[in-house]
């Protein structure tokens, strides 16, 4: 079996467009639930807001899940592999930090879907905040306090 089992299935030769609007997905290493401690997930969003105030993204929406996170984003001043990389690298370096350990934090790759032009962003935005909702974590949108959506 190999150390990452679905890391074939990464998609090969990425293309970031400035101005492309992508849903971006990263996953914890082993699944595993560490955002279930909401501080945790406070210092993940703190990242996601440094890449929306260094111009490198417009941040649409985000939801931080106890496992991964789901990003929708408009490039703007960097690529796929430079936001990602710094991302994870950065949320890994605090997070690690916090809890006294180190190692791997993410799983290797992450996952992104570009959005055509001419889609609507709004449904990607409303399936994202709604994913605490479909995992059955709460009963409305509002109790989650890790997601976000520019329209709010």
Known sequence: MRPNPNSHLLRHGRYSE???????TAVVHHRHPIFNDWMLGRLLVAE??????????????????PDHFHWLVQLEQCNLGQLMQSTKSRSTLTINRKLKRKGAFWQSGYHD????????????????V?????????????????????WL
């Open 113 to 128: 879907r570009a959005i055509r032009d001419g889609e609507e962003l709004l449904p990607f935005a409303r399936y994202i």
């Open 18 to 24: 400035t101005g492309r609007a992508y849903l971006l």
């Open 48 to 65: 996601l807001k440094r890449a929306h105030e260094l111009r490198w993204v417009n941040s649409i929406a985000w939801v931080i899940m």
């Open 130 to 150: 709604a994913n605490p909702l479909r995992a059955a974590l709460v009963e409305k949108v509002g109790d989650y306090p890790l997601w976000d959506a520019c």
